[in-house]
C-alpha cells in the first residue's frame, strides 16, 4: 500500500483555529467499528458537520471550498489524545494532504506521515498569520521544506525528518523498508536468545 | 556509580536497537510484546494478506476483545451488540488471530479484559521489555519498567510482519514527586496534578520517569493508573523502576517468566543510574495535591474538587466551560451529576472496585443517577464477586456490568445522552467522548462513588460532612 507522492503543491487553507483538537474530534469513536480504512471522510469532524437528525449543518467544512482544499490548519496542539490512525485516513480520505499547526501530537503525526499526510509544525508568527487568514492560497514546498505565505506573509522553513520526508516525496511506505532489514532483525533475536 | 550513567529509559531503548539511528532513518527497535485488539488491527491484518506476509512472532503477539464488545448479554448470555459493524469487527479479529496462531482471549476465556489490565494480569508484562499496542493508553504497562507505547495500525502492521518499529528516541523527563500525599489522595489525583501542572503538551517528544517515595510507596494498581495517563500530558509512554511491590506481583502469573529469581536478578539493574541526566526534570510537592475533578474539555483542566474553576485563559478555555455548563469561580463540587462510570484501563483493577464498593457500601445510589460499575477484566469480575463487592454494588443501586472499556470510549452502545453530566474513572473528558454532547468529569473511584451518593460531584470527605 504506497501513498500518492507529495513534493509541492498549492492550495487555500481551510482553518479550524481551536486548540486542542484531539482525534475524538477529528473522527469520533463510534464510528471506529469499521473494518477497512476507506471512505471515512464523510465523518471527518462529524460532530461539527452534522445535526444530530444527520442534517449537515452550516460548518465550513460541508462547502465546496473546503471539500477543494489540501491544507488544514488548525489550532495549537493538533491531533492529542487516541492513537487512531482512522484520523488521518479520515483526513486524507477528506481531501487534505498538509496539516499546519503551532504544534502536533507525537501519534498523530507518526500516523500522518504513514498515510501521505504532511505534518508540519510552523513557528509561532506564521502560525498565527494562517489563523487570520482563512482561505489564503499557501505554496507548501516539502523538497526545500518551505511554506510560502501569500503577498508579504513570507516564507518559513519547517523541519521535517529525512526518512519521513523521503517516504512522502517518493510514496513509498516504510513497511518495505523494515522488511529489507529481515536478517538484521533475525541476528538480533538470535543473539539475545528471542 | 557507573561510568556511563543511563536513565532507565536509555537503558531499555539501548537493549531493543535492532540497527541505530541516523540522521537519514530511525531506529529499528525491537518489540518483545504486541498486544492487539478489534479496532486498530482489522485494517493491519489486510496488509499482511495483501502482500502474503505470515505473523513473525505469533508467540510475542497476544489478543483481546474490549473496545466494542458490550457489557450487556441477552437472557442466553449471548453478547448485546450495539449493531451489526461491531460485532463483525470482533469476528474479525477473532478470525484473524485464529488464522496466525496469536493468543487470543474472547468470549470464551476467563482471562479476556481490557488490554491493558490483561496484559498485566497475565504477567505477560514485564520489566525491560518494550510493548506496543494499537491503543495509546500501552503506557500503562510503564508501570512495570517496560517501554510501552501507543502505535497506529499501520505501525501494527509493521510488527505484525516483523517485530520491529521504526521510531526515533524521545527526550527523557523526570517526574519527581516529594514529600507524601495527605489522606484520601488516590493515584487518580496525583496524576491529574501532575497533567494539570505541565499541561496536555507538557510531555509532548518525551518520555517520562515518575520518580520519588510517593511511587515507591503506591500499589501497582495505582502505578498502572499514573503511567496509563502519561499521554494525557503528550508523552507516548511514561515509566516506573521496577522494585520488590513489581516482582511479587508478577510472581506466579501464567506468561511470568519459568526461571523467575533469574528473571528478577536481571530486572533489578533495570533503575536510572545515579548522576544520569534527564533533559527536563519537573519537581512537585506531594503534600499539595488533592482529590481532583476536571472541568473542562482535555485532562489538564483539571483542580482540587473544592477549588474555583480557574479564568479561562483563552478562547478555547472558554469553549470548553460553555460546553460543561460551568463558570470560572464555581467549583465543581456541586455540580448535579446525571451519571457515573466507574470502570476503564485507568480504574478497573480490583483495588478500584475495592474503592468504589467501599464507598457505596450501606448507601443508597441519588434517584437522579445512573451508576455503572464495569470491572476491567474477567479476571477482575470474578476477584470481585469472590469478596461480594458486586452484592454491595448492586444493593446500592449502581449497576455490576460485563468487563469491556464500555463508557470509557462509548463505542459498544453504553454512552451518555446530550448535556447529561457524568463523573468518570477513565482517562479522556474531550467533547463527545462518552457520547455527542456529554459532559465528562474525570476522578478518582472514590470521587465518583462518594458523587452517585450524593447526586453532584462531591469528594468523599465531602461525603461524609
Ligand atoms: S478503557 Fe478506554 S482508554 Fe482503555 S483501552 Fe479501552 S478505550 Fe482505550
Not at chain 2, 539493574?269 to 473542562?296: C, H, N, Q, S
Given at each position: 500500500m504506497s501513498n500518492a507522492p507529495l513534493t509541492t503543491l498549492t492550495s487555500r487553507t481551510v482553518v479550524l483555529p481551536a486548540e486542542n483538537i484531539d482525534t475524538d474530534q477529528i473522527i469520533p469513536a463510534r464510528f471506529l467499528t469499521v473494518t477497512s480504512r476507506d471512505g471515512l471522510g464523510k465523518h471527518a469532524f462529524n460532530d461539527w458537520r452534522y445535526a444530530e437528525d444527520g442534517s449537515e449543518t452550516?460548518?465550513?467544512?460541508?462547502?465546496?471550498a473546503a471539500k477543494a482544499s489540501q491544507i488544514l490548519v488548525g489550532g495549537h496542539n493538533f491531533g492529542c489524545g487516541s492513537s487512531r490512525e482512522h484520523a488521518p485516513w479520515a483526513l486524507t480520505d477528506y481531501g487534505f494532504r498538509v496539516v499546519i499547526s503551532s504544534e502536533i501530537a507525537d501519534i498523530f503525526r507518526s500516523?500522518?506521515?504513514?498515510?501521505?499526510?504532511?505534518?508540519?509544525?510552523?513557528?509561532?508568527?506564521?502560525?498565527?498569520?494562517?489563523l487570520d487568514h482563512p482561505g489564503a492560497d499557501v505554496a507548501v514546498d516539502l523538497i526545500r521544506r518551505e511554506v510560502r505565505l501569500p503577498g508579504n506573509g513570507g516564507t518559513y522553513r519547517f523541519d521535517v525528518d529525512d526518512f519521513s520526508a523521503h517516504c512522502l516525496?517518493?510514496?513509498?511506505?516504510?513497511?518495505?523498508?523494515?522488511?529489507?532489514?529481515?536478517s538484521a532483525i533475525s541476528d538480533y533475536e538470535e543473539r539475545l536468545g528471542k | 556509580m557507573a561510568s556511563n550513567p543511563l536513565t532507565l529509559f536509555d537503558k531499555i531503548w539501548?537493549?531493543?536497537?535492532?540497527?541505530?539511528?541516523?540522521?537519514?532513518?530511525?531506529?529499528?527497535?525491537y518489540i518483545d510484546l504486541h498486544l492487539i485488539h478489534e479496532v486498530t488491527s482489522p485494517q493491519a491484518f489486510t496488509v499482511l494478506r495483501d502482500r502474503n506476509l505470515p505473523v513473525r512472532r505469533p508467540d510475542r503477539t497476544l489478543a483481546t476483545i474490549d473496545h466494542s464488545t458490550p457489557t450487556l448479554k441477552d437472557e442466553d448470555g449471548a453478547p448485546l451488540y450495539v449493531n451489526a459493524q461491531a460485532k463483525t469487527q470482533v469476528a474479525t479479529l477473532l478470525a484473524n488471530t485464529a488464522e496466525h496462531g496469536v493468543e487470543t482471549h474472547g468470549w470464551d476465556s476467563d482471562n479476556r479484559g481490557v488490554v491493558h489490565v490483561m496484559g498485566p494480569e497475565l504477567g505477560a508484562t514485564q520489566p525491560g521489555m518494550t510493548i506496543v499496542c494499537g491503543d495509546s493508553h500501552t503506557s500503562t504497562h510503564g508501570a512495570f519498567g517496560a517501554i510501552a507505547f501507543g502505535i497506529g495500525t499501520t505501525q501494527v502492521g509493521h510488527v505484525l510482519?516483523?517485530?520491529?518499529?521504526?521510531?526515533?528516541?524521545?527526550?527523557?523527563m523526570a517526574i519527581e514527586l516529594t514529600g507524601e500525599l495527605v489522606d484520601g489522595v488516590t493515584p487518580k489525583d496525583v496524576i491529574l496534578a501532575i497533567i494539570a501542572e505541565i499541561g496536555v503538551g507538557g510531555g509532548t517528544g518525551y518520555a517520562l520517569e515518575y520518580r520519588g517515595t510517593v511511587f515507591e510507596e503506591m500499589s501497582m494498581a495505582g502505578r498502572m493508573t499514573v503511567c496509563n495517563m502519561s499521554i494525557e500530558a503528550g508523552a507516548r509512554c511514561g515509566l516506573i523502576a521496577p522494585d520488590e511491590t513489581t516482582f511479587d506481583f508478577l510472581r506466579?502469573?501464567?506468561?511470568?517468566?519459568?526461571?523467575?529469581?533469574?528473571a528478577v536478578d536481571q530486572w533489578r539493574?533495570?533503575?536510572?543510574?545515579?548522576?544520569?541526566?534527564?533533559?527536563?526534570?519537573?519537581?512537585?510537592?506531594?503534600?499539595?495535591?488533592?482529590?481532583?475533578?476536571?472541568?473542562?474539555t482535555h485532562p489538564g483542566m483539571a483542580a482540587p474538587i473544592d477549588a474555583p474553576i480557574p479564568n479561562p485563559a483563552n478562547e478555547a478555555d472558554e469553549k470548553a466551560l460553555s460546553y460543561m455548563q460551568v463558570t470560572a469561580g464555581q467549583t465543581m463540587a456541586g455540580q448535579r451529576v446525571d451519571r457515573v462510570f466507574i470502570g476503564s484501563?485507568?480504574?478497573?483493577?480490583?483495588?478500584?472496585?475495592?474503592?468504589?464498593?467501599?464507598?457505596?457500601?450501606?448507601?443508597?445510589?441519588?434517584?437522579?443517577?445512573?451508576?455503572?460499575?464495569?470491572?476491567?477484566?474477567?479476571?477482575?469480575?470474578?476477584?470481585?464477586?469472590?469478596?461480594?463487592?458486586?452484592?454491595?454494588?448492586?444493593?446500592?443501586?449502581?449497576?455490576?456490568?460485563?468487563?469491556?472499556?464500555?463508557?470509557?470510549?462509548?463505542?459498544?452502545?453504553?454512552?451518555?445522552?446530550?448535556?447529561?453530566?457524568?463523573?468518570?474513572?477513565?482517562?479522556?473528558?474531550?467533547?463527545g467522548r462518552q457520547g455527542p454532547g456529554a459532559r465528562t468529569v474525570l476522578a478518582s473511584p472514590e470521587t465518583a462513588a462518594a458523587s452517585a451518593i450524593a447526586g453532584v460531584v462531591t469528594s468523599v470527605a465531602g461525603l461524609a460532612s
Open positions: 452550516d460548518h465550513e467544512l460541508n462547502g465546496e500516523n500522518a506521515v504513514k498515510n501521505g499526510l504532511l505534518p508540519i509544525v510552523i513557528e509561532k508568527g506564521a502560525h498565527q498569520w494562517l516525496i517518493e510514496g513509498v511506505d516504510e513497511l518495505g523498508y523494515l522488511d529489507g532489514q529481515v | 539501548d537493549a531493543h536497537v535492532v540497527t541505530p539511528e541516523a540522521a537519514a532513518n530511525p531506529a529499528t527497535l510482519a516483523t517485530q520491529c518499529l521504526l521510531m526515533r528516541k524521545p527526550k527523557t506466579g502469573r501464567p506468561h511470568s517468566p519459568e526461571d523467575f529469581d533469574a539493574k533495570l533503575t536510572t543510574d545515579e548522576g544520569a541526566t534527564f533533559d527536563k526534570i519537573v519537581r512537585m510537592d506531594a503534600a499539595t495535591i488533592r482529590p481532583m475533578a476536571t472541568y473542562g484501563c485507568t480504574n478497573a483493577r480490583l483495588e478500584d472496585m475495592r474503592a468504589a464498593a467501599n464507598i457505596l457500601s450501606g448507601r443508597t445510589v441519588a434517584t437522579s443517577v445512573r451508576a455503572i460499575v464495569v470491572p476491567g477484566s474477567e479476571s477482575v469480575k470474578a476477584a470481585a464477586e469472590a469478596e461480594g463487592l458486586h452484592e454491595i454494588i448492586m444493593a446500592s443501586g449502581a449497576e455490576w456490568r460485563e468487563p469491556g472499556c464500555s463508557m470509557c470510549i462509548a463505542m459498544n452502545g453504553d454512552k451518555a445522552a446530550p448535556g447529561e453530566l457524568v463523573v468518570s474513572t477513565s482517562n479522556r473528558n474531550f467533547a
